[in-house]
């Protein structure tokens, strides 16, 4: 029973704290980082809120420091994924019917408890688990899930409002029903955030939920599900589960009652899993709601009035913050024949001042890649250049796997706009250059739209406003997020709307109320108060 009508109003970010050296937040995380490394986790699955250790364990090492072991993990098998789906439709029923400000209030507590009691151990798993410095990690792993939390959750009190017109003698009005079956989530190692957010937007809307962190990102994952849990959150609302992909897609594309998918990941697997869902369509009780945010190959267009200083600053940010493990990562650059040689020379200089190493150590910029298929991988990329008469590495090229998964800031210059690292993503510190004739910037604008499949972030530096709105005008495809003067990267939940189209993914914006409606399945009602007892209109009578 309702007794009245509750809203969550629009929030405020969630604060980034700088860790200034010597500042009380600095020594708060510089010692949960210690406690963190002086003890080796055993790390359960959590199914209908159970903690299931399976004795199969897997080691888990910090990416930047190899040789210290931080503790294990237990891996699932099939069996797993099916007693959590299981899990699931066993909650789902009265999860759903839980009265709105009794579901919110179990997100709201979990991002207070985020923002206080967890803010330095769930900064501390994600600097050490995922290799990201102490402000990388706070604008994730702190600030940005606070904010899916906080933001989600007054986005969809929004949408609970939005009712249809009642004519005098009716009532109409707008149910917003949990999806019928389970949704399946799947979350990526880079952002801590990310993994929070794709289990909990469609479980704030009354579904139940399996989630499957990628392997590399169990150990933040973990901390965020204990605090799920300390905030309330059902048993067999989200289950986390440690299984292969290939295992948990068979099982959960194959039932019956999967009712959608939430994932970001790579374009291949994604598009494997949308024929999957095809070739099953038949099977599901509901047509299955599959949103998915994949890659990108990030561009930089600098016109020949951009600002230098600005174009440097922006893309050393842009390109190597925590590695150019960022979805959003700028990737590709254009530079005007005009200002080229200075924004090489300026930004080379920058980078020789950035500090590479572990993330104990809160003065280096550059921490290691996340695994060794990604070291190997971009290792390969950087050894084609130095062979190639097309391209040369003009900074870095260096790497190191013996103590940690080091890549250099690498930055490649070529003269083929179409050479291998200007199309491909490479998900890593390397970003390549290319100068163009600054009399030609406009014909080149098409090249920048279609060099790569993806369309997810895009940036421009331009000072004349006229050519502002043509780029953006003529780019208009090229990015679902755009960014005038500054760099593809740094979304901000309820400021920038996160998502790409193209190879990019389906665009449903993480961090604004569209992607919540995703999750939700509307149900229209008329009531009418005096119903009529003929049924001969006046027209025929």
Request: with cysteine.
């Given at each position: 029973?309702?007794n009245?009508?509750f809203?969550?109003?629009?929030p405020?970010?969630?604060p980034?704290r700088?860790?200034?050296p010597?500042s009380?937040?600095a020594?708060?995380?510089?010692?949960?980082v210690?406690?963190l490394?002086?003890?080796?986790?055993?790390?359960?699955?959590?199914?209908n809120?159970k903690e299931v250790?399976?004795?199969?364990?897997?080691?888990?090492?910090p990416?930047?420091?190899?040789?210290?072991?931080?503790?294990h993990?237990?891996?699932?098998d099939?069996?797993?994924v099916?007693?959590?789906?299981a899990a699931a439709?066993?909650?789902?029923?009265q999860?759903?019917?839980?009265?709105?400000e009794?579901r919110?209030?179990?997100?709201?507590?979990?991002?207070?408890?985020?923002?206080?009691?967890?803010?330095?151990?769930?900064?501390?798993?994600?600097m050490?688990g995922q290799s990201?410095?102490?402000?990388q990690?706070?604008?994730?792993?702190?600030?940005?899930?606070i904010?899916?939390?906080?933001?989600?959750?007054?986005?969809?009190?929004?949408?609970?409002?939005?009712?249809?017109?009642?004519?005098?003698?009716?009532?109409?009005r707008?149910e917003?029903r949990?999806?019928?079956?389970f949704?399946l989530?799947?979350?990526?190692?880079?952002?801590?955030?990310?993994?929070?957010?794709?289990?909990?937007?469609?479980?704030?809307?009354g579904?139940?939920?399996?989630?499957?962190?990628?392997?590399?990102?169990i150990?933040s994952?973990?901390?965020f599900?204990?605090i799920?849990?300390e905030?309330?959150?059902?048993?067999?609302?989200?289950?986390?589960?440690?299984?292969?992909?290939?295992v948990?897609?068979?099982?959960?594309?194959?039932h019956?009652?999967?009712?959608g998918?939430?994932?970001?990941?790579?374009?291949g697997?994604f598009?494997?899993?949308?024929?999957?869902?095809?070739?099953n369509?038949?099977k599901?009780?509901?047509?299955p709601?599959i949103v998915?945010e994949?890659?990108?190959k990030?561009?930089?267009?600098?016109?020949?009035t951009a600002?230098?200083?600005?174009?440097?600053?922006?893309?050393v940010?842009?390109a190597?913050?925590?590695?150019?493990?960022k979805?959003s990562?700028?990737?590709r650059?254009?530079?005007?024949?005009?200002?080229?040689?200075e924004?090489?020379?300026?930004?080379?200089a920058e980078?020789?001042?950035l500090?590479?190493?572990p993330?104990d150590?809160?003065?280096?910029?550059?921490n290691?890649?996340?695994d060794?298929?990604?070291?190997?991988n971009?290792a390969?990329y950087i050894?084609?250049?130095?062979g190639?008469?097309?391209a040369?590495i003009?900074?870095g090229?260096?790497?190191?796997?013996?103590?940690?998964y080091f890549?250099?800031?690498?930055?490649?210059?070529?003269?083929n706009?179409?050479y291998?690292t200007?199309?491909?993503?490479?998900?890593?510190?390397?970003l390549?250059?290319?100068?163009?004739?600054?009399a030609?910037?406009?014909?080149?604008?098409d090249?920048?739209?279609h060099?790569?499949g993806?369309?997810?972030?895009?940036?421009i530096?331009a000072q004349?406003?006229?050519?502002?709105?043509?780029l953006?005008?003529?780019?208009?495809?090229?990015?679902g997020?755009?960014?005038?003067n500054?760099?593809?990267?740094?979304?901000?939940?309820?400021?920038?709307?996160f998502?790409?189209?193209?190879?990019?993914?389906?665009?449903d914006?993480a961090?604004?109320?569209l992607?919540l409606?995703?999750?939700?399945?509307?149900?229209?009602?008329?009531?009418?108060y005096?119903?009529?007892t003929?049924?001969?209109y006046?027209?025929?009578?």
């Amino acid at each position: 029973m309702n007794n009245g009508y509750f809203y969550f109003a629009e929030p405020k970010n969630e604060p980034v704290r700088s860790y200034a050296p010597g500042s009380a937040d600095a020594e708060q995380l510089k010692k949960a980082v210690a406690e963190l490394k002086g003890q080796q986790r055993d790390i359960p699955m959590y199914i209908n809120g159970k903690e299931v250790r399976t004795g199969k364990t897997k080691e888990i090492r910090p990416p930047h420091e190899t040789a210290h072991l931080l503790g294990h993990f237990h891996e699932g098998d099939a069996s797993h994924v099916k007693d959590a789906i299981a899990a699931a439709l066993a909650a789902r029923e009265q999860w759903a019917a839980t009265s709105w400000e009794h579901r919110a209030a179990v997100f709201m507590k979990a991002a207070e408890l985020l923002a206080t009691k967890y803010r330095f151990r769930m900064n501390a798993a994600t600097m050490l688990g995922q290799s990201k410095n102490a402000f990388q990690a706070e604008i994730d792993s702190a600030c940005e899930l606070i904010d899916f939390l906080r933001f989600n959750v007054h986005f969809l009190s929004d949408i609970y409002k939005q009712q249809p017109i009642s004519p005098e003698g009716f009532n109409n009005r707008m149910e917003y029903r949990a999806l019928e079956g389970f949704v399946l989530a799947v979350t990526p190692f880079n952002f801590t955030a990310i993994g929070g957010n794709l289990p909990t937007a469609p479980a704030m809307c009354g579904n139940v939920v399996v989630w499957k962190p990628a392997n590399t990102q169990i150990y933040s994952a973990s901390v965020f599900m204990e605090i799920l849990k300390e905030a309330g959150l059902p048993d067999g609302v989200i289950n986390l589960v440690y299984t292969s992909g290939p295992v948990v897609g068979e099982i959960c594309f194959d039932h019956p009652d999967f009712a959608g998918v939430h994932f970001t990941g790579s374009t291949g697997v994604f598009q494997g899993m949308w024929k999957s869902i095809g070739n099953n369509i038949a099977k599901y009780k509901s047509y299955p709601r599959i949103v998915g945010e994949t890659g990108g190959k990030d561009f930089v267009f600098v016109h020949p009035t951009a600002n230098v200083d600005a174009v440097v600053a922006n893309l050393v940010r842009g390109a190597f913050e925590y590695q150019g493990q960022k979805c959003s990562a700028a990737s590709r650059a254009y530079l005007p024949s005009n200002l080229a040689e200075e924004i090489k020379s300026k930004f080379i200089a920058e980078l020789k001042t950035l500090k590479m190493g572990p993330v104990d150590d809160f003065t280096n910029f550059i921490n290691a890649v996340i695994d060794e298929k990604s070291f190997d991988n971009l290792a390969r990329y950087i050894d084609g250049v130095k062979g190639s008469s097309e391209a040369k590495i003009i900074h870095g090229g260096n790497y190191d796997k013996s103590k940690g998964y080091f890549i250099e800031p690498t930055v490649i210059e070529t003269t083929n706009p179409d050479y291998v690292t200007m199309c491909e993503e490479l998900f890593g510190p390397v970003l390549t250059i290319h100068t163009y004739d600054e009399a030609q910037w406009e014909q080149l604008l098409d090249k920048v739209d279609h060099t790569s499949g993806y369309a997810l972030t895009g940036a421009i530096f331009a000072q004349d406003r006229a050519v502002i709105e043509l780029l953006t005008k003529k780019l208009v495809n090229a990015a679902g997020n755009f960014y005038i003067n500054d760099k593809p990267t740094g979304a901000v939940v309820g400021q920038q709307p996160f998502g790409g189209a193209r190879a990019s993914g389906t665009n449903d914006k993480a961090g604004s109320i569209l992607n919540l409606f995703r999750w939700l399945s509307a149900r229209t009602i008329k009531e009418t108060y005096v119903p009529v007892t003929n049924y001969r209109y006046p027209f025929h009578q």
